[in-house]
């Protein structure tokens, strides 16, 4: 059993950066793939990023790349989510998803274990 909690949402102005960071229980965590959705409302909860166990493999939606950046610290049991050059577009609820596996799983259903969400709000 896996527990996460997401924190570093926040308000920021358009073109601005946040990260955010999710902290995972358990001994496990290594070898876990980690992702981040996130859920504007009235819209459907879609696939931000993914980074595999070792932090080697990264996938992105093409709405984030080149801006978002998504890495893990075993060691801290913490995977991360640094978003730059933020959008008006980008303001939703981030939830942070965790599941067993050597591979990278970029949709929801593919995910076991989900944080709490916490809310990012661009303005423009």
């Known amino acids: 059993q896996v527990q996460l909690v997401e924190s570093g949402g926040g308000l920021v102005q358009a073109g601005g950066s946040l990260r955010l960071s999710c902290a995972a229980s358990g001994r496990t ?4 793939a980690m992702a981040w959705f996130r859920q504007a409302p009235g819209k459907e909860r879609a696939f931000v990023a993914a980074i595999n166990w070792s932090g080697l493999r990264t996938d992105y939606a093409d709405s984030v790349k080149g801006r978002f950046s998504i890495s893990r610290d075993n060691a ?4 991360y989510l640094q978003m730059n050059s933020l959008k008006p577009e980008d303001t939703a ?3 942070c998803a965790g599941r067993p596996g ?3 799983y ?3 259903a593919q995910y ?3 944080g709490q969400g916490t809310q990012v709000t661009v303005s423009s």
């Open 29 to 32: 965590f290594s070898s876990y």
């Open 112 to 114: 076991n274990y989900w």
């Open 93 to 95: 609820v981030y939830y």
């Open 76 to 79: 801290k049991n913490t995977v």
């Open 106 to 108: 970029v949709t929801r």
């Open 102 to 104: 050597i591979e990278n």
